[in-house]
Each structure stands twice: as C-alpha cells, then as structure tokens.
C-alpha cells in the first residue's frame, strides 16, 4: 500500500472515530486534511474549460486519473497545513483573540501527529 493510500484511510477511519466521539474540533481538521489531499491531486485541466462539453454520468472519455503523491508531497502537504495553522493562531493571539488560538494551535497539533507518523513510517 502507498504512503498515501495509508495515510487516506488512517485519516478516514480516524475522522470515524471522532465523529463517533463528538469531537468536533477534530472531525473539521480531519475533514480538511482530506479535502487539501483531494486538491493535491487534481489534475490541471488548462484550457480544456473553454472547450468543456457536458457528458453523461459514467461516460468513461472523460475520466482522467488522480495525481499520485508521494511521500514527499504529503510530508510538504502536511507541513503546509500545520503551518497556516500556527500562523492563523499567532494572528488570532495577537488581536487578542486567546480561546481561538489555542483551538488553531491544537489543530497544528493534531496535523502534526500525521506528520511524525509519516516520517516515522519513511524511516
């Protein structure tokens, strides 16, 4: 299985769990880390917008494959999440606003936690 196929179903069975658990704060980060490795993967489609035809559903002409990332890419993805994080926290602290902070910063948290498993698992 590939770095990232491991890390989608430990972020899915996851965000499982903490929708189980009602921990809300959790389920939007896992939900968000999900969506930016889903935009990770998009293929640009260039010009083809100006050309765009409409297709039936299953249509199989216009399926084009997801990008594969590797593990770089998510290390860096993940690194990229963490830090808007810690940034959007310090920005949240310096105007006074001290509770978001804290929720921005265990967010850092909780993306972080993705990270080391990641780079423990490259080891």
């Not at 489609?45 to 299953?58: K, P």
Request: some cysteine; charged content about 30%.
């Amino acid at each position: 299985m590939s770095d990232l196929q491991e890390l989608t179903v430990r972020l899915r069975v996851d965000l499982k769990a903490a929708m189980r658990g009602r921990c809300l704060a959790e389920v939007k980060v896992l939900r968000g880390l999900i969506a930016a490795i889903d935009d990770a993967q998009a293929v640009p489609v260039g010009s083809l917008h100006e050309t765009y035809v409409v297709r039936a559903f299953g249509d199989p002409s216009v399926e084009v494959p997801r990008r594969d990332l590797g593990a770089e890419d998510l290390r860096r993805l993940l690194e990229s999440e963490s830090t808007a994080y810690l940034a959007a926290a310090e920005e949240y602290r310096a105007a006074g606003h001290h509770d978001r902070a804290v929720e921005l910063t265990a967010a850092a948290k909780i993306v972080g936690g993705y990270l080391d498993g990641l780079v423990a698992a490259g080891e």
